[in-house]
């Protein structure tokens, strides 16, 4: 209880409806994006999307003829969601409901995707995060897929490096504990240095997939090093730097020291046909 309320004055602190279009979030959007097109089965597929925030992703799948059901814990995103979706009203979520990522109310081998790219950073306790991952296996049908997002557990020591906060002794002994078991806590007031979360090492989210009843697809790196661009506004602007920085990406998505300089990973598992 103590970390969902501190997830929830954190939310309530930071707008979470326009990160994704702010500085390096938007590689983190547009590869996030890429990574679900690459496997995800045609339009009309269901869709869950379990921790899905202010709704981007579920509002984008929905504008592409997708059946999804948006589901946060945070009722301050469901309500952005909702105000998102009249921007597009030809294109309706098929619910948005206030909700927990280990107890969907869907039946068994229900829907063809799921879409976990919060839930499994912030539910800090191991076992929290199988409930979540067996949920998933279980609404959905054989063959269906789950995109599973995780930091880095190494995110904040580069963040720290790049933003110029490594020497701020506030921030030290949240780095410490960061390295040493991926637990992070922020008991400052600084809402830069995120709230409850759980950071993990590759292997580890690979480990979770599998126990989780999934085969492992792909474990990729969401942004790569791109995140760490200093001026990445200006490169971002730039179509063809741009897709030079994406092409990149690609090329070294699956290589292990690039996945663990990554700020977020990816792990896509299916469910056994």
């Not at 921007?87 to 309706?92: I, L, V, Y």
Request: with cysteine; charged share 20%; glycine share 8%.
């Amino acid at each position: 209880m103590h970390a969902l309320n501190q997830i929830l004055h954190h939310y309530e602190t930071v707008d979470e409806s326009s990160r994704l279009r702010q500085g390096w979030f938007q590689l983190e959007s547009a590869r996030t994006q890429e990574l679900i097109l690459r496997h995800l089965p045609a339009a009309p597929a269901t869709i869950i999307d379990a921790g899905g925030g202010a709704g981007a992703y579920a509002c984008w799948l929905a504008e592409r003829g997708y059946a999804v059901h948006l589901i946060d814990a945070v009722p301050r995103h469901v309500e952005q969601a909702r105000v998102a979706l009249a921007s597009q009203a030809r294109h309706p979520l098929a619910s948005v409901e206030v909700g927990d990522a280990r107890n969907l109310a869907f039946p068994d081998g229900s829907v063809d995707a799921v879409l976990l790219l919060g839930p499994l950073y912030h539910l800090v306790e191991k076992e929290d995060r199988l409930a979540c991952l067996r949920e998933a296996h279980r609404v959905l049908k054989p063959g269906g897929l789950v995109w599973a997002a995780a930091i880095s557990r190494f995110a904040s020591l580069f963040d720290s490096l790049s933003g110029g906060f490594f020497s701020d002794p506030h921030f030290a002994p949240i780095l410490s504990r960061d390295l040493e078991d991926g637990q992070h806590r922020n008991p400052t007031t600084n809402p830069l240095y995120f709230t409850d979360a759980y950071f993990h090492k590759p292997g580890e989210l690979s480990r979770e997939l599998l126990t989780g009843g999934f085969e492992v697809v792909a474990l990729v790196a969401i942004e790569g090093p791109g995140w760490l661009v200093r001026d990445f506004d200006r490169l971002w602007c730039d179509l063809a730097q741009r897709e030079r920085l994406l092409a990149a990406i690609r090329k070294v998505e699956k290589e292990p020291s690039i996945i663990g300089a990554s700020s977020h990973i990816m792990g896509i598992g299916r469910r056994h046909g």
